[in-house]
């Protein structure tokens, strides 16, 4: 693992309307890591993927991939620069099946899977494959929401909260396909309030509280942490 940062962020700052939101975010992800973002609701957690991705337009600071600058590009050009975006509401289309569902997002870069791989990772939406998004479950779609991502050629993916509302046996699906996205060389971003879940898939820590980072640890020090924890996130 490179100890380059592959997606770097500094003195970060965003706004919704007059509403200063993000206050001089700093943020490393080296290529092939996993991250995780930690905060209470409305810490700042989904702005700040927003802000990266591009999404969220009124932003000043720096945000570099594998050294270019992110800030001033038009939205499809972060996402031709291998940047994938996973949002809470999972964005998939009702109307459409699983395979057309697949098949709408245009190839961004080079290296995005197959649908036969993706298949391969997600044997449910295999099964599926021709039932209309209205037809699935929350983890279903969260799964067709990741997939599609990844059939984009996406090699960064900014994932929000994957496991809200899921029953835990997909949180266990979930937690598995991410741990094979890391053994292919992914590198993620996830921003998730299950410390289970996380602590399974994480290399480091963010913890976020009020739009600032307030302070950043390596995932072996997550049950060190969980008082402190506890205090900052109220849970």
């Known amino acids: ?6 997606l770097e962020v500094r003195g ?26 930690l905060g209470r609701n409305g810490a700042g957690k989904t702005t700040t993927l927003r802000a990266i991705m591009g999404i969220l337009r009124r932003r000043e600071g720096v945000i570099r991939l594998r050294g270019k600058d992110l800030l001033g590009l038009p939205l499809h050009k972060v996402a031709q620069s291998g940047l994938g975006y996973v949002p809470e509401e999972r964005g998939i289309f009702a109307s459409l099946n699983v395979s057309e569902n697949l098949m709408l997002p245009p190839t961004v870069s080079e290296g995005g899977m197959s649908v036969e791989e993706i298949y391969t990772l997600f044997p449910n939406l295999h099964e599926r494959r021709s039932s209309q998004g209205t037809k699935l479950s929350g983890g279903e779609q969260q799964m067709l929401a990741i997939a ?25 699906r979930i937690g598995d396909v991410l741990v094979a996205l890391k053994k292919r060389g992914m ?19 963010y913890l976020m509280e009020d739009g600032r980072m307030v302070n950043s640890f390596p995932g ?9 924890l506890h205090e900052v996130l109220g849970v």
Do not use: C
């Open 1 to 6: 693992m490179s100890s380059a940062p592959l």
């Open 12 to 37: 970060l700052n965003a706004w919704y309307g007059e509403s200063h939101v993000l206050h001089g975010v700093d943020l490393d992800i080296r290529e092939g890591e996993t991250v995780t973002l």
């Open 148 to 172: 599609r991502v990844l059939r984009t050629g996406a090699r960064i993916i900014l994932l929000d909260e994957p496991t809200e509302g899921l029953a835990p046996v997909i949180v266990q």
């Open 187 to 205: 590198t993620i971003l996830l921003v998730e309030q299950n410390f289970r879940f996380a602590k399974k898939v994480a290399d480091r820590f």
């Open 220 to 228: 072996h020090e997550l049950d060190a942490r969980m008082d402190e």
